[in-house]
């Protein structure tokens, strides 16, 4: 593999890309097939990693199977698997293998997807796919449109860049935004990114259900005019992330119609659900956003990385994000032939449609549908089993296939100190084991823990062994309480 003329042009003979390629390959299906069987999570710490992972900047060659073995061994196994079928935490990565190859080729053929002269189809599949969005979220196709992002923090931030271009134009030195203190924590971050203090923030609280309250809203909105400050944006959660709550998004857009607010929301997570009859219900008036976010690299089973951003009317993002600079105007087109890095931030941009493309022509969109339903259903099945037992008390019900629950015996009495120590460790000695990744959140002051499944190869027999093995760490706990 060391043939020094290939080698200074940074290339392999033929029968050697075949052969590493077809080694990837063979290591990847490997992974689909196997991955049920290993455990999704992992841990090391810095010393570990620098001991196997630091070496010198390496001036000379080392034979490419070489170095994926290293890499297989040592680089690889040290991640979580975000689609093992007991990875409940976070938000999981289920992704799809059609999806993963599309990758590869758009990587493999290079493709510029920043602008239309340079890739004509890579401009058409991303707006052809954001046409299926657009109609899947009830969206107009005639003026709406929306770009690809590497995730959804991105995505909320192109939306944010663009309603403050457009309700507050050069000046939001009065600005105001809203959202609930259920919100991901991305948004403050892209608020923040684009200029605004902390005193343009305000965070509305959530009702026991974690829904934005709607009276908190009105009350902060009319003391800000009062004022004289200007409220500009509110941004809604379709699915928060600790909940998988839905905010009153039919009651906020005749707000933000009635005061002139930009609204926004983020349906990172929650927003697949638009696929599943379940799920659908929940998210009513969803299109009434001006802009909304959603994360096909969540539950549209996408690989990373893959965000998007839609919204009413195309031409708001041309009009925030365009710049015209002389070297690229030979490129520039007619209208209709769009261009995305004028539609967003990134100017060089990979080929994200093709994975998207690719997979719901494979699957068909009836199979992301089943997906997403039976997610739902597997969360409403596990809140029934954790309602039934003497040992598990739901704290929130079953919603867009999140839920949240704790350890919490009948029977006896446990200071709440006590229960968020017990359940912390549950999490704890389950993390630890590697059996299943299950992390707690805080809900009303409580220690939880929080299951999201939107894997749609995790079954119910995954989440019985996870509470068997749970409720074992919990008697233990009661042990040593006992003790004391
Ligand atoms: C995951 C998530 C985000 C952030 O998306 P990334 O793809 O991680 O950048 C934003 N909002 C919500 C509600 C999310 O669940």
Same mark, same amino acid.
């Given at each position: 593999?060391?043939?020094?003329n290939l080698n200074n042009k940074l290339m392999l003979s033929k029968e050697d890309m075949l052969?590493?390629?077809?080694?990837?390959?063979?290591?990847?299906?490997?992974?689909?097939?196997?991955?049920?069987?290993?455990?999704?999570?992992?841990?090391?710490?810095?010393?570990?990693?620098?001991?196997?992972?630091?070496?010198?900047?390496?001036?000379?060659?080392?034979?490419?199977?070489?170095?994926?073995?290293?890499?297989?061994?040592?680089?690889?196994?040290?991640?979580?698997?975000?689609?093992?079928? !007991?990875?409940?935490?976070?938000?999981?990565?289920?992704?799809?293998?059609?999806?993963?190859?599309?990758?590869?080729?758009? /990587?493999?053929?290079?493709?510029?997807?920043?602008?239309?002269?340079?890739?004509?189809? &890579?401009?058409?599949?991303?707006?052809?796919?954001?046409?299926?969005?657009?109609?899947? $979220?009830?969206?107009?196709?005639?003026?709406?449109?929306?770009? $690809?992002?590497?995730?959804?923090?991105?995505?909320?931030? =192109?939306?944010?860049?663009?309603?403050?271009?457009?309700?507050?134009?050069?000046?939001?030195?009065?600005?105001?935004?809203?959202? @609930?203190?259920?919100? +991901?924590?991305?948004?403050?971050?892209?608020?923040?990114?684009?200029?605004?203090?902390?005193?343009?923030?305000?965070?509305?609280?959530?009702?026991?259900?974690?829904?934005?309250?709607?009276?908190?809203?009105?009350?902060?909105?009319?003391?800000?005019?009062?004022?004289?400050?200007?409220?500009?944006?509110?941004?809604?959660?379709?699915?928060?992330?600790? /909940?998988?709550?839905?905010?009153?998004?039919?009651?906020?857009?005749?707000?933000?119609?009635?005061?002139?607010?930009?609204?926004?929301?983020?349906?990172?997570? #929650? #927003?697949?659900?638009?696929? &599943?009859?379940?799920?659908?219900?929940?998210? !009513?008036?969803?299109?009434?956003?001006?802009?909304?976010?959603?994360?096909?690299?969540?539950?549209?089973?996408?690989?990373?990385?893959?965000?998007?951003?839609?919204?009413?009317? +195309?031409?708001?993002?041309?009009? /925030? $994000?365009?710049?015209?600079?002389?070297?690229?105007?030979?490129?520039?087109?007619?209208?209709?032939?769009?261009? $995305?890095?004028?539609?967003?931030?990134?100017?060089?941009?990979?080929?994200?449609?093709?994975?998207?493309?690719? @997979?719901?022509? /494979?699957?068909?969109?009836?199979?992301?549908?089943?997906?997403?339903?039976?997610?739902?259903?597997?969360?409403? !099945? =596990?809140? &029934?089993?954790?309602?039934?037992? &003497?040992?598990?008390?739901?704290?929130?019900?079953?919603?867009?296939?999140?839920?949240?629950?704790?350890?919490?015996?009948?029977? +006896?009495?446990?200071?709440?100190?006590?229960?968020?120590?017990?359940?912390?460790?549950?999490?704890?000695?389950?993390?630890?084991?590697?059996?299943?990744?299950?992390?707690?959140?805080?809900?009303?002051?409580?220690?939880?823990?929080?299951?999201?499944?939107?894997?749609?190869?995790?079954?119910?027999? +995954?989440?019985?062994?996870?509470?068997?093995?749970?409720?074992?760490?919990?008697?233990?706990?009661?042990?040593?309480?006992?003790?004391?």
């Open positions: 593999m060391n043939d020094n052969q590493y390629g077809y080694r990837i390959i063979e290591h990847i299906v490997d992974h689909f097939e196997n991955q049920n069987d290993k455990k999704p999570v992992t841990s090391a710490s810095r010393q570990e990693m620098d001991a196997l992972l630091a070496e010198d900047i390496p001036h000379t060659p080392t034979p490419a199977n070489d170095v994926l073995d290293f890499v297989m061994d040592h680089v690889i196994p040290h991640g979580n698997i975000v689609s093992h079928p !007991k990875s409940f935490s976070f938000v999981p990565g289920p992704s799809n293998y059609v999806s993963a190859m599309a990758d590869t080729l758009a /990587t493999g053929f290079n493709i510029f997807s920043g602008g239309w002269a340079a890739s004509p189809a &890579a401009a058409e599949l991303e707006i052809q796919t954001m046409n299926w969005l657009l109609e899947i $979220f009830g969206f107009p196709k005639k003026n709406g449109g929306g770009i $690809f992002t590497s995730g959804g923090s991105m995505a909320n931030l =192109t939306g944010l860049v663009t309603a403050r271009r457009i309700k507050c134009g050069d000046d939001f030195s009065k600005a105001v935004i809203y959202l @609930s203190d259920q919100a +991901h924590s991305s948004n403050i971050k892209a608020i923040k990114v684009i200029g605004f203090k902390k005193e343009q923030i305000r965070i509305i609280p959530t009702d026991i259900e974690f829904k934005l309250s709607i009276n908190k809203l009105k009350n902060a909105i009319a003391k800000d005019r009062l004022e004289g400050l200007h409220p500009f944006c509110m941004i809604a959660s379709a699915g928060t992330t600790n /909940t998988g709550t839905v905010d009153p998004l039919d009651e906020l857009a005749t707000i933000c119609k009635n005061e002139d607010l930009w609204f926004h929301i983020d349906g990172a997570f #929650g #927003g697949a659900a638009i696929l &599943a009859k379940d799920g659908k219900k929940f998210l !009513k008036g969803i299109e009434k956003a001006d802009s909304l976010t959603v994360d096909p690299h969540k539950w549209f089973f996408q690989p990373y990385e893959m965000g998007c951003l839609l919204v009413k009317n +195309h031409s708001w993002l041309s009009g /925030t $994000f365009s710049e015209k600079p002389e070297y690229l105007r030979d490129i520039e087109g007619n209208e209709s032939e769009i261009n $995305f890095y004028d539609h967003g931030i990134q100017l060089t941009r990979r080929f994200r449609a093709l994975k998207f493309y690719m @997979s719901l022509k /494979t699957f068909g969109l009836d199979a992301f549908k089943n997906a997403v339903q039976y997610n739902i259903e597997l969360a409403e !099945k =596990t809140e &029934a089993i954790l309602r039934k037992s &003497a040992k598990w008390e739901v704290i929130s019900p079953a919603t867009l296939g999140v839920i949240n629950y704790r350890y919490h015996p009948i029977n +006896h009495t446990l200071s709440e100190e006590q229960l968020d120590k017990i359940n912390q460790n549950i999490s704890k000695k389950i993390t630890a084991s590697g059996d299943a990744l299950l992390v707690t959140t805080i809900l009303q002051g409580q220690v939880v823990l929080r299951m999201c499944l939107i894997n749609p190869r995790t079954t119910l027999q +995954h989440i019985q062994d996870t509470l068997d093995q749970c409720e074992a760490y919990g008697a233990e706990e009661m042990e040593t309480i006992q003790e004391k």
